[in-house]
């Protein structure tokens, strides 16, 4: 079982919900209340600034000039699959509201492990394809696993436990150690799995090495090599024929410090589209606005703002009204719930983070937009070739 290293009081109950299932860790700290947020004023990107990948597909292009002519006005809704590969929280929501999100993320968490026909095979991207086929926006993230100290497991968590790893991020300066390439393996590895999608005109809001600036993974131990590590990931997916990627940075700050420190992780304007928090326990929809959509906004004016994980959060109508007009947002899995799409669990409406009472209440809000109303065909973006 895999739990946050790091912890705090503000995410305890949630972390307890979200937590009590194998590899879902991800209950963000938050700030204490003594950490000083700086005061930002409210403003409207100008999405002028450099983007990323200048070497877009069609395809990709098209969908970030979609997400940018919706921002500010819509807002879309997103599912995170159940550990690695699969839909089985959207299909959650569907079975219990009649409606999909219009987006899922899928995790390469497990990419050591995977194998042509194996209980987890990357190179199999027909739930991929299908869920494009049917209109959906298709997201991916990696919780990248190394060894861990035991010399036996792997682990993605930063700490000297035997469970946990002390992997050193910054050999990335160093291409003559053995850890930059076990990097450059994994990254052209999952570079690999991500290359049918480019091949069949699918674009992917991949979101890499997200939480850097909490420290509490391997690749976050310093802000420096992060970056790096950032960049040598970019600059080989794109020599690697990935141009259908629309690039996710997500922000964090370590325990106690102010959220302004967590932008030293931040890789570049040139290497990010969209920025995001992940909120976990901010229940004051206010909050949510002043603290953390007007942070992003003023940090980052020219990229789009999302909620890129979340769990017992405000209500997304609150959130919207009090002025945090994000991108979109996307709960957490709760494993336990949605694992078996064929157990009595699955029929049930409670959530650890994002309960159907929570579904139905952003449904009923206007701007938020299910999968049916994000119109794939008038993007230009075709069915893939299977």
Not at 128 to 144: D, K, N, P, T
Not at 148 to 159: I, L, S, T, V
Not at 225 to 251: D, P, S
Not at 281 to 288: E, I, Q
Request: hydrophobic letters at 40%.
């Amino acid at each position: 079982m895999i739990r946050k290293s790091i912890l705090c009081l503000s995410a305890f109950v949630c972390l307890t919900a979200c937590t009590s299932q194998p590899f879902d860790e991800e209950q963000t700290v938050q700030a204490s209340s003594n950490t000083h947020i700086p005061s930002v004023k409210s403003q409207t990107p100008s999405l002028a600034a450099t983007d990323a990948q200048p070497q877009r597909s069609p395809e990709a292009q098209l969908l970030l000039d979609y997400l940018r002519s919706i921002y500010g006005h819509k807002i879309l809704s997103g599912a995170m699959a159940n550990v690695n590969w699969n839909i089985n929280e959207a299909q959650w929501v569907y079975k219990h509201t009649g409606r999909w999100p219009a987006i899922n993320c899928f995790d390469f968490i497990h990419h050591v492990w995977s194998s042509p026909g194996g209980w987890i095979d990357y190179s199999n991207t027909s739930v991929v394809e299908e869920w494009h086929r049917q209109g959906g926006i298709v997201a991916a993230m990696w919780h990248w696993n190394v060894p861990a100290n035991d010399g036996k497991n792997y682990a993605f968590y930063a700490g000297s436990k035997s469970d946990q790893t002390n992997f050193d991020v910054r050999k990335i300066f160093e291409p003559q150690s053995s850890e930059y390439a076990l990097m450059i393996k994994d990254i052209d590895q999952v570079a690999a799995y991500l290359k049918p999608l480019a091949d069949k005109g699918i674009p992917v809001l991949w979101r890499p090495l997200h939480e850097a600036g909490g420290q509490w993974f391997w690749w976050g131990r310093d802000a420096k090599a992060c970056c790096e590590l950032w960049r040598v990931m970019y600059e080989r997916f794109q020599a690697a024929g990935l141009n259908n990627l629309i690039w996710v940075w997500t922000h964090a700050a370590a325990w106690a410090q102010p959220f302004s420190v967590g932008m030293n992780w931040y890789p570049g304007d040139q290497y990010v589209d969209i920025v995001g928090f992940d909120l976990y326990n901010v229940t004051n929809a206010t909050s949510c606005n002043t603290d953390y959509f007007q942070f992003l906004v003023g940090q980052c004016p020219d990229k789009l703002a999302a909620i890129t994980e979340c769990g017992n959060v405000a209500p997304i109508a609150d959130q919207w009204n009090a002025g945090a007009k994000w991108l979109f947002f996307m709960p957490w899995y709760d494993y336990g719930r949605t694992n078996n799409t064929s157990s009595a669990a699955f029929n049930q409406t409670g959530h650890s983070c994002a309960d159907i009472n929570w579904w139905k209440k952003a449904w009923n809000t206007p701007e938020v937009l299910s999968r049916d109303q994000v119109d794939m065909t008038t993007l230009g973006i075709s069915s893939p070739t299977i």
